[in-house]
């Protein structure tokens, strides 16, 4: 079910200031991480597991299809996604089934594979510093390819555009959430360094891609 306009535009005006803060390792936890240890290395170019791809426009993309699991090549993701939506501080919520090997797909904006920007948000780390899902996130390169699996067996493929970072208060909200003119699928995670009188990290990292 998706949320009428008037109260999408609504939740995106809670959200300037509060979204993509609980994409970090121990927004909502009590326990401190220590920073992110620096990766000297970058990973494997390879994934384990290679989903059958059945390419599809946006036309043909089924009405009734959501997002089973995100597939990442370069990096080697292959999560399941849960659907999530805003919590009740106005933070865009993370997955809780799986968080830390899992990525969360905020259900009232927009379907993979359909006219405008979906969003997929996911961990960078998990209490400790330890990795998770999109630790290795800001190593995709303009051109890298990233797949949706639909709950209905197909593979809808996006390709970076760009990747950003920006300060928690300066994300463009509207252009993650709303943009329209193609169809676009936006991955968000943390990154920076970690500040903890704050709970959460200086830097968000927002990975903007097209459907091929």
């Given at each position: 079910?998706?949320?009428?306009?008037?109260?999408?535009?609504?939740?995106?005006?809670?959200?300037?200031?509060?979204?993509?803060?609980?994409?970090?390792?121990?927004?909502?936890?009590?326990?401190?991480?220590?920073?992110?240890?620096?990766?000297?290395?970058k990973p494997s170019p390879t994934v384990a597991v290679s989903p059958?791809?059945?390419?599809?426009?946006?036309?043909?993309?089924?009405?009734?299809?959501?997002?089973?699991?995100?597939?990442?090549?370069?990096?080697?993701?292959?999560?399941?996604?849960?659907?999530?939506?805003?919590?009740?501080?106005?933070?865009?919520?993370?997955?809780?089934?799986?968080?830390?090997?899992?990525?969360?797909?905020?259900?009232?904006?927009?379907?993979?594979?359909?006219?405008?920007?979906?969003?997929?948000?996911?961990?960078?780390?998990?209490?400790?510093?330890?990795?998770?899902?999109?630790?290795?996130?800001?190593?995709?390169?303009?051109?890298?390819?990233?797949?949706?699996?639909?709950?209905?067996?197909?593979?809808?493929?996006?390709?970076?555009?760009?990747?950003?970072s920006y300060p928690p208060n300066q994300a463009p909200v509207q252009?993650?959430?709303?943009?329209?003119?193609?169809?676009?699928?936006?991955?968000?995670?943390?990154?920076?360094?970690?500040?903890?009188?704050?709970?959460?990290?200086?830097?968000?990292?927002?990975?903007?891609?097209?459907?091929?």
């Amino acid at each position: 079910m998706r949320l009428s306009t008037s109260l999408f535009a609504i939740m995106l005006l809670l959200l300037v200031q509060a979204t993509l803060l609980s994409a970090c390792g121990a927004q909502t936890l009590a326990v401190t991480p220590k920073p992110s240890p620096i990766v000297m290395h970058k990973p494997s170019p390879t994934v384990a597991v290679s989903p059958t791809v059945t390419t599809l426009t946006p036309e043909t993309t089924p009405a009734a299809a959501v997002p089973a699991r995100l597939v990442i090549p370069r990096i080697g993701v292959n999560a399941i996604v849960e659907d999530v939506g805003i919590k009740s501080n106005g933070d865009l919520a993370t997955p809780t089934k799986n968080p830390w090997e899992g990525v969360g797909w905020y259900s009232y904006g927009t379907r993979p594979g359909a006219e405008g920007s979906a969003v997929i948000d996911g961990h960078v780390d998990r209490p400790g510093g330890y990795p998770a899902i999109f630790w290795n996130l800001r190593y995709l390169q303009r051109g890298d390819t990233v797949m949706v699996v639909t709950s209905q067996g197909q593979t809808l493929r996006f390709r970076v555009l760009r990747i950003a970072s920006y300060p928690p208060n300066q994300a463009p909200v509207q252009g993650i959430f709303e943009t329209t003119g193609g169809v676009f699928l936006n991955l968000i995670t943390c990154t920076g360094t970690w500040i903890p009188s704050q709970h959460q990290t200086t830097l968000r990292l927002v990975v903007y891609t097209v459907m091929e």
